[in-house]
Nanobody
Framework: QVQLVESGGGLVQAGGSLRLSCAAS????????MAWFRQAPGTERECVAA????????SYADSVKGRFTISRDNAKNTVYLQMNSLKPEDTAVYYC?????????????????WGQGTQVTVSS
């Protein structure tokens, strides 16, 4: 079992930046892939970025490509999401998740552990 705690959310103006962090404890962090999902009211949870066990492979949703960057520091048991050029449509609760596998995946059912979420609000 993995415990995940997100931080870094908040209110930002359109065009601004935020950096989300997710600290993991429990299972050996470097053994599994990680991802960031988001969910806005009335919408399904979507994967915005995913990363494999060592950071060598990543995947992004089309809506965030070129603006968001996922990274991880296995020495610190932490995964990050750098969000630049934020838009009002990026407003959502952002969740980090730990996969059952070490390769990149964006399928929600592949993830065994989820954080509690952090709110990101982008004002226009």
């Amino acid at each position: 079992q993995v415990q995940l705690v997100e931080s870094g959310g908040g209110l930002v103006q359109a065009g601004g930046s935020l950096r989300l962090s997710c600290a993991a404890s429990g299972r050996t962090f470097r053994n599994y892939a990680m991802a960031w999902f988001r969910q806005a009211p009335g919408t399904e949870r979507e994967c915005v970025a995913a990363i494999n066990w060592n950071g060598g492979d990543t995947s992004y949703a089309d809506s965030v490509k070129g603006r968001f960057t996922i990274s991880r520091d296995n020495a610190k048991n932490t995964v990050y999401l750098q969000m630049n050029s934020l838009k009002p449509e990026d407003t959502a609760v952002y969740y980090c998740a730990a996969a059952r596998t070490f390769v990149v995946t964006t399928t929600p059912s592949d993830f065994a552990s989820w954080g509690q979420g952090t709110q990101v609000t982008v004002s226009s």
